[in-house]
């Protein structure tokens, strides 16, 4: 009995400190999943302890999935970012633990703002921030800061200046607060953003300098960059073009101090247009051509058109008229090759897509057939058992059902035709779809005759797209992100009861 009692203590410590080991292992995957610089790393180390997951207690279970959940974002793998991130809030509303379920809440808000679905991210922005409510530890009021700027910049993106100006200012009361740097550098920058789109420019250039100011102290040169081309957009917008050279000039300095071509490139455009705007063509000119070196050595299409664009101003304005032609002509070139480079593009995703969706349409459709045929011989062995058995209401039930069956099969086999020819239908009409449309607007004309009417901001996205622009291209020309431009279409489009740009401009086509 003694070695018994001897042999099983010896056991339960070998298991002890087994279950240590494996704890000590799970914890230091999560912190290595945690700090990895990339997320396919991060899932690497998430990987590695998947099966000692299932074992381990609701504490540790709920950081593995909130460290699944952020790898997934990080990716673009939003669907698997929010099935981690369901479980995660369960596990958290079981524990009680309000801080993570706030985190949860965040991140949840950013992987559907990811997918512009902005209403459903606000929603879940505004459940965190009730659990954070009159909470005062640090802790809280950080997760809280940074829900707060968060929803402050999903109503920005979708034109609620008064309450992006009303969210972001609590995050930065709360920065204030915690004297935390980074969080007075972003919303400050949050706040100007909002204020230009607002014209507000004082105030917007008051809180891009006070966000310029930290930032440097926090040596963060990408965000700093931003903000110095921001500087200078503005200062341009009140035509003080001497104080926008300024910062386009700091601007290319932090381009070229972190290597970032692009930026360099695009940086020099606008210090060419500003060159222009002060009356200095020789330093315009020569800025120009360096683009469009660069351009070709970097196969940056888009700045390449700036730069003809450049030239074509220079020329224009110096009553060049040949040069003028020329270089305009380049320029048309080279958005020619975008616009079918584009168009090829999107041909191909739909290619893909149609091929894929075929693909599922007749796997289900033999399936469908199948069971057909399955049923028919079903219904004729319960048609000889009738005739066996005739008068019996159990064989009279199953005539019915087998009946309503196959009639059921028989829709369903014809709606898959009916998809796949669908299918065929969209596939054709996008091939043969112009690569630029073009037609004369008038924003009261098109108004009138809407019942619910167009904003100066949808109406100018609308018109933009109708002249064959990209998304990116609105972006870039209105000033806002590429999301905002699909917001302002969705909107524009529901508006004119049409479903895509082809509708908008047959629409227009028939009431002009």
């Known amino acids: 009995m003694k070695k018994i009692s001897l042999l099983i203590g010896l056991l339960l410590l070998v298991a002890s400190g087994y279950s240590q080991n494996i704890n000590s292992k799970v914890e230091e995957m999560l912190q290595k999943a945690f700090e990895a610089q990339n997320p396919e790393d991060g899932l690497v180390y998430l990987n590695k302890i998947s099966e000692q997951i299932s074992t381990a207690n609701d504490s540790v279970r709920l950081e593995y999935l909130i460290a699944k959940s952020v790898a997934h974002g990080q990716l673009g793998n939003a669907d698997s970012s929010l099935i981690f991130l369901d479980q995660a809030e369960k596990v958290s509303q079981q524990l009680g633990d309000d801080l993570r379920l706030i985190k949860i809440y965040n991140t949840k808000g950013l992987v559907l703002m990811g997918l512009s679905k902005y209403e459903k991210a606000l929603d879940v922005f505004q459940k965190g921030l009730a659990i954070g409510e009159n909470k005062k530890d640090i802790i809280y009021l950080e997760a809280i800061r940074k829900i707060l700027g968060n929803s402050g910049g999903i109503f920005y993106e979708l034109g609620d200046y008064q309450g992006a100006l009303r969210h972001t200012s609590r995050a930065l009361d709360i920065s204030k607060q915690l004297n935390d740097s980074s969080g007075l550098a972003y919303n400050n920058l949050r706040l100007a953003l909002t204020y230009q789109a607002m014209d507000s420019l004082e105030n917007s250039i008051k809180h891009l300098t006070l966000s310029q100011q930290v930032l440097y102290n926090l040596h963060d040169t990408s965000t700093l960059l931003y903000v110095e081309n921001t500087l200078g957009l503005v200062y341009g917008k009140k035509d003080q073009f001497k104080k926008s050279l300024t910062h386009y000039q700091a601007a ?82 080279i958005k020619d090759s975008i616009d079918n480079v584009e168009i090829k593009s999107r041909i191909a995703e739909l290619e893909t897509k149609y091929e894929t ?156």
Do not use: C
């Open 357 to 512: 969706e075929k693909k599922e349409a007749e796997i289900v459709k033999i399936s469908l057939e199948n069971d057909l045929n399955a049923a028919n011989l079903a219904s004729s062995r319960n048609a000889n058992i009738a005739m066996a058995i005739s008068g019996s209401l159990t064989v009279i039930l199953l005539i019915v059902f087998f009946t309503l069956r196959h009639k059921k099969q028989l829709v369903e086999k014809e709606a898959q035709e009916l998809q796949i020819d669908a299918l065929k239908k969209r596939f054709m009409e996008l091939h043969a779809s112009p690569a630029e449309l073009a037609v004369a607007l008038e924003f009261n004309e098109l108004n009138s005759k809407l019942n619910t009417q167009l904003t100066e901001r949808e109406f100018e996205a609308l018109k933009l797209s109708l002249e064959g622009k990209t998304n990116t291209e609105i972006a870039d020309i209105l000033f806002i992100s590429v999301s905002t431009v699909k917001f302002h279409l969705r909107n524009t489009y529901s508006k004119m009861g049409v479903g895509n740009r082809k509708e908008a401009f047959q629409l227009m086509l028939k009431t002009s």
């Open 252 to 333: 290319l300095k932090l381009a070229q101090q972190i290597r970032n071509e692009e930026e360099i490139i695009h940086t020099k455009v606008f210090l060419g247009q500003t060159h222009f705007s002060l009356g200095d063509l020789t330093m315009a000119k020569k800025i120009a051509s360096e683009i469009i070196k660069q351009t070709n050595e970097n196969g940056m299409a888009n700045h390449k058109q700036s730069g003809y664009e450049l030239l074509y101003d220079i020329a224009y304005k110096k009553n060049n008229w040949q040069e003028a032609l020329a270089y305009k002509n380049k320029g048309l070139e």
